[in-house]
């Protein structure tokens, strides 16, 4: 049986997205080298085939650069962001915003500075949408 199309980014697939979202349009080689410095090291090939994989779901544009191609993120960061905490509001808290964000302080333990950036992004929410 065939596994059901995944509609958010795998984590390879987000490793990936983060490095063009922070360099812009980047060659396999580029993204290869800026994984390489993260904690394990990758082949070239397994780089290569994931973002045609990628260009193929339509997470990635390709465009020819010379002999090589030039990938860039198709959707924003935030869009893509979004997408992912909207899948698991809906298949992991049902929907519930209080249960994921009890979740989320449980997990996380914010520090004082980080729990006052919390309450000025809810002051901003409110302020933006119930004005």
Do not use: C
């Amino acid at each position: 049986m065939a596994r059901p199309k995944q509609e958010t980014p795998t984590t390879g697939e987000l490793e990936v997205l983060k490095v063009l979202w922070k360099r812009g349009p980047s060659t396999v080689r580029e993204v290869l080298e800026e994984l390489n410095t993260q904690e394990r090291t990758r082949a070239y090939t397994s780089v290569m085939s994931l973002m045609n994989v990628m260009a193929d779901k339509g997470l990635l544009d390709r465009e020819p650069l010379g002999r090589a191609f030039q990938y860039t993120a198709r959707r924003p960061q935030e869009k893509t962001l979004g997408g992912i905490v909207n899948d698991i509001l809906g298949r992991v808290f049902e929907g519930s915003a209080p249960s994921l964000v009890a979740h989320l302080l449980e997990e996380s333990k914010p520090n004082a500075l980080e729990l006052e950036q919390i309450r000025k992004a809810l002051e901003q929410y409110e302020e933006e949408n119930h004005a």
